[in-house]
């Protein structure tokens, strides 16, 4: 596995602990030096494995499969770059910049006969996986009614991301927004995925830059809402919480699930009266499926089938809907309606 680019902070994940099951990297690809040396030093790792571009990476290094780091807009450019090489890949949430880019990678995976996979913090969270066992193969709440996630933080500059990192993801052309895209994703990837990939029938968002001084080019708060015949989701994705968060409440017509990153579930079912609020244990994912390494190891091989899982492409080109729909509504102030 190769990694190109290092301009995203979440390349500390692979930084950290490059001994993943499965897998062993040949390369980090990274056109600033300076910042590719850094990273390498500063986690002790051997300079021979950077390389200056990924074209000089996928000659030299001979990836089976590349995880990308770099900004949104170069996702496209990486699936173009691999997939005439056979070589597989993963980025990091979202999928694409845009719906537009991401029909280019979708036909690309397909006709090179690729895996495309998106990587999201929230998929290696064990109660997400729970929640939909219980509402799809326990019935434990009914049918779903309505979802509300939350996710993000006080704002990359809050929270000190690197200035290599907060350089594109504050760009709206880099990154295609700003909170609509870093955390809205989250909301539509895993409402699609609770919806089993169906598309929602209508799209609103409104957005706000509360902090102008520090976002003068990107939205910092954003609230989407898309509906379904008998279902609706409000994904609220901000970088104005007054602390990180990525939790859920999903309300179904007997009852309704509260999960988060952590190993507990709220629940409550049936009767108001005689069935108050449970506190349950989550199980822990079992390997590969609890690393996102690991998991893109085993789908390249085949020991694990991804096709509607919450990092597949199908259910990604539905949350790519989704978010493109969002953003156009922002900006225009009409609800988005999708055929």
């Not at 770099?70 to 990091?92: D, F, N, P, Y």
């Not at 979202?94 to 999201?120: D, F, G, R």
């Not at 729909?325 to 102030?333: D, I, L, P, W």
């Given at each position: 596995m190769g990694i190109a680019g290092m301009t995203h902070d979440h390349v500390r994940q692979i930084l950290n602990n490059i001994n993943r099951a499965g897998l062993e990297i040949v390369g980090f690809a990274e056109p600033n030096k300076e910042l590719a040396l850094r990273l390498l030093k500063q986690y002790k790792l051997p300079e021979s494995l950077?390389?200056?571009?990924?074209?000089?990476?996928?000659?030299?290094?001979?990836?089976?499969?590349?995880?990308?780091?770099?900004?949104?807009?170069?996702?496209?450019?990486?699936?173009?770059?691999?997939?005439?090489?056979?070589?597989?890949?993963?980025?990091?949430?979202?999928?694409?910049?845009?719906?537009?880019?991401?029909?280019?990678?979708?036909?690309?995976?397909?006709?090179?006969?690729?895996?495309?996979?998106?990587?999201?913090?929230?998929?290696?969270?064990?109660?997400?996986h729970q929640a939909y066992e219980m509402i799809h193969e326990q019935n434990t709440i009914g049918d779903i009614r309505k979802v509300v996630i939350h996710d993000g933080h006080r704002g990359p500059k809050e929270i000190g991301v690197s200035k290599e990192f907060f350089g594109w993801l504050t760009d709206p052309i880099k990154n295609g927004g700003g909170a609509i895209i870093d955390f809205g994703c989250y909301g539509a990837d895993i409402m699609a995925w609770l919806m089993k990939g169906e598309k929602p029938t209508s799209v609103t968002a409104v957005t706000q830059t509360i902090k102008p001084e520090t976002y003068p080019k990107v939205d910092d708060e954003a609230t989407i809402i898309v509906t379904y015949p008998k279902a609706q989701g409000i994904f609220q994705a901000s970088w104005n919480w007054p602390f990180d968060r990525k939790d859920m409440e999903i309300y179904g017509q007997t009852g309704y699930i509260y999960a988060d990153k952590s190993m507990q579930m709220n629940i409550r079912k049936g009767d108001r009266n005689a069935f108050p609020e449970e506190v349950i244990t989550v199980k822990p994912l079992e390997t590969p499926r609890n690393d996102p390494f690991s998991y893109f190891s085993a789908v390249v091989r085949g020991t694990?089938?991804?096709?509607?899982?919450?990092?597949?492409?199908?259910?990604?080109?539905?949350?790519?809907?989704?978010?493109?729909?969002?953003?156009?509504?922002?900006?225009?102030?009409?609800?988005?309606?999708?055929?």
């Open positions: 950077w390389y200056r571009s990924l074209d000089e990476m996928l000659i030299k290094a001979k990836p089976e499969a590349v995880c990308d780091f770099r900004s949104i807009v170069e996702h496209l450019e990486t699936v173009q770059k691999c997939a005439v090489k056979g070589v597989h890949v993963m980025v990091e949430k979202p999928l694409a910049v845009n719906l537009a880019h991401a029909i280019q990678m979708e036909t690309l995976a397909k006709k090179y006969k690729i895996q495309l996979l998106t990587n999201y913090e929230t998929t290696w969270y064990a109660s997400n694990i089938k991804s096709e509607n899982d919450l990092g597949s492409l199908k259910i990604n080109m539905v949350a790519m809907t989704i978010l493109d729909a969002a953003v156009k509504s922002s900006k225009t102030g009409k609800t988005i309606m999708l055929k």
